[in-house]
Nanobody, 120 residues
Framework: QVQLVESGGGLVQPGGSLRLSCAAS????????MGWYRQVPGKERELVAR???????KYADSVKGRFTVSRDNAKNTVYLRMDNLKPEDAAVYYC??????????????WGQGTLVTVSS
């Protein structure tokens, strides 16, 4: 079983910054990609940023140049540094991890979500 615990959300003014963290714990063989998605009411969950265990990254066009995803493989933790936040970045942010279990099964684990509010 894998648990993902997010932290770092909150209220920030437009132009401000936040750093989200997501730590994976439990029993598993390895984690490949980890990433961040976000969702606002009435819309589908969308990819924000993703990073593989080797460090390759992918970003949504709307956050390129403002957000930076990174990870600490030793701590099974992924981070999302968000700079120059805009009101349209407000959402619930979810952490995701592509996990390989000890018996060879691949599963997709999700965190509980952390709310980011961007408002003056």
């Amino acid at each position: 079983q894998v648990q993902l615990v997010e932290s770092g959300g909150g209220l920030v003014q437009p132009g401000g910054s936040l750093r989200l963290s997501c730590a994976a714990s439990g029993s598993f063989f390895s984690i490949n990609a980890m990433g961040w998605y976000r969702q606002v009411p009435g819309k589908e969950r969308e990819l924000v940023a993703r990073i593989t265990s080797g460090g390759s990254t992918k970003y949504a066009d709307s956050v390129k140049g403002r957000f930076t995803v990174s990870r600490d493989n030793a701590k099974n933790t992924v981070y999302l540094r968000m700079d120059n936040l805009k009101p349209e970045d407000a959402a619930v942010y979810y952490c995701d991890a592509a996990v390989l279990t000890h018996d060879g099964n691949a599963l997709d684990a999700w965190g509980q979500g952390t709310l980011v509010t961007v408002s003056s």
